[in-house]
């Protein structure tokens, strides 16, 4: 499970500043220094804003940022207050939109899961989750582009240049077009040529012919989605989490459809998984153009260029990224595809039904958090340490104690709730794997602020280092601990793994960070304010 929120209470308004993680008390603490300079092709409201002294703005878009266009002397602190009160609103707007996305996907999981797990029997669902996860265990093949790609989105935003959001935007997508079709060049024929059925321990010999097509169709889905996933990562670096949501909620009700036409047609195996793999590219694609219409007719009609220098910064940036992907992908896939080998598709129901209803609760922490990690970037591009300092502390206070809280509910009450939500005994984990999927919750919610406040200030290389440190120790320690526990194992060689190798070292990069931040405020303060150009001490 990944890890980000937003410290707190939901906005009062559509309009009204946030009192939650990232809403500012206006005049607490001294104001950075202004925006960048902005870039000759951002345009406000309805075009260009004269540079004479005197000229009102325009009404800016939802997106453009302040200032597109010289606006006069003196106006910096005013001009802050304004980017302080914009940044709070989308992340508000974000939480919420978010909220009601997770809302909306649990319902639909509510439904789909006793649905799918009726029509498709204990282990085919077992196998449909372990291809689903071995395919998940390949994120990380994008090198880490994507999120390359979004901070250095957010940075643009942050400097209101238009021009170089597009480029990144058309860069970033060809690189990921390019990885993906090499993928399905090396992937479809060992999916369609290996035996994959007996790899997976499957026992029905009617499902098992069906493992390899079937595993190609989502590992088809994951190739293709790459170039379309761009779009995402635009509109959250962006800050236009709702767009996501928006997404979001439309995806899990195409999957819901897709999994009652599936039963209801009797479709085989091979076609139910191709049903439920579309409605993910088809929305990601739609998340991109919405992303793009909200910059205005103005970012459309710009020429996109292919970069050199964007492909080497995105890949510098990607090595980085690499590495916490690959372990997020190891812990949150490897688990149930080394249930399958060890144990059979059937020890994954249990697995996969609880792993749900843990994300579920996560996503309560995740969510709100979320929505900062392209705000710490922008925020950073202006210098607006003061921002970043006291939002980041908020949300460890609210992470903190979110985990601890969904965790023991987890414990307590998740034995009943699973046996209501699924109505099969075979679906309800141990009481020590309910324990040990608490534990994890907690920490990982524990460790949600940290991370996104690390991935939004670029600071990646004890993530990259622990990571791979993690996903190495889990691979080697999971099957004994699942031979010997079974599905409380699996969780275990997540958690231990993950807390041993993976915190020390987010901890020490957390420690210079915000040492490194502190000081940058500090000098910030201590410099004139003639010198500081525009903006005053809040």
Known sequence: MSTPTSSGAEPQGGETEPQGAGAESQGAGAEPQGAAERSSVSTSGDGAESQGAGAESTERSSVSTLGDGAEPRGCGAERLSATRQRRNRLIALATLSGSAARVVTLGVHLVQLPVALHYLGTEAFGLWMTLVGTVQLLSFADLGLGLGLQNKISAAFGRDDQQAIRDLLYTGRRLLAQIGLALLALGLPLCLLLPWGSYFNVQNH??????????????????????LMAGVR?????????????????????????????????????????????????????????????????????????????????????????????????????????????????????????????????????????????AYAEAQSRGDHAWILRTFKRSLLYTTS?????????????EPLILLWTRQEAAVPTPGALLAFGAWIAVTGTFASIIVFLNGSGILKGQALGGALAALAMV???????????????????????????????????????????????????????????????
């Not at 079937?214 to 170039?227: I, R, S």
């Not at 985990?403 to 009450?413: K, M």
Request: aromatic share 8%.
């Open 206 to 227: 009617a499902l098992a012919p069906q493992t390899g097509p079937a595993l190609a169709v989502v590992f088809a889905g994951f190739a293709l989605g790459l170039p």
């Open 234 to 374: 635009f509109a959250t670096g962006l800050q236009l989490g709702w767009v996501n949501g928006l997404g979001t909620c439309v995806t899990s009700a195409l999957t819901l459809l897709a999994v009652f036409l599936g039963g209801a047609l009797r479709v085989p195996f091979t076609a139910f998984v191709a049903m439920t793999v579309a409605p993910t590219l088809l929305v990601n694609w739609g998340v991109g153009l919405m992303a793009a219409r909200s910059l205005g007719p103005i970012f459309s009609q710009l020429r996109p260029v292919y970069r050199a220098d964007i492909v080497g910064d995105l890949r510098r940036q990607g090595v980085l990224f690499l590495m916490p992907q690959l372990s997020t992908s190891a812990l949150a896939a490897a688990p149930a595809v080394m249930l399958s080998s060890v144990l059979g598709p059937a020890a994954v129901t249990p697995f996969s039904v609880c792993y749900r209803l843990g994300t579920a609760a996560f996503s309560l922490i995740f969510i709100p958090v979320n929505s900062l990690w392209p």
């Open 402 to 414: 979110m985990g601890l809280l969904t965790g023991a509910g987890l414990v307590l009450v998740g």
């Open 476 to 538: 080697l320690c999971t099957p004994p601990l699942i031979a010997w526990l079974g599905v409380t194992g699996a969780v275990l060689g997540m958690l231990l793994s993950w807390m041993a190798l993976s915190c020390p070292l987010m901890l020490r990069d957390l420690r210079r960070a915000l040492r490194r931040a502190q000081e940058s405020h500090a000098e910030h303060l201590a410099r004139p304010a003639a010198a500081r150009g525009d903006a005053e001490a809040s």
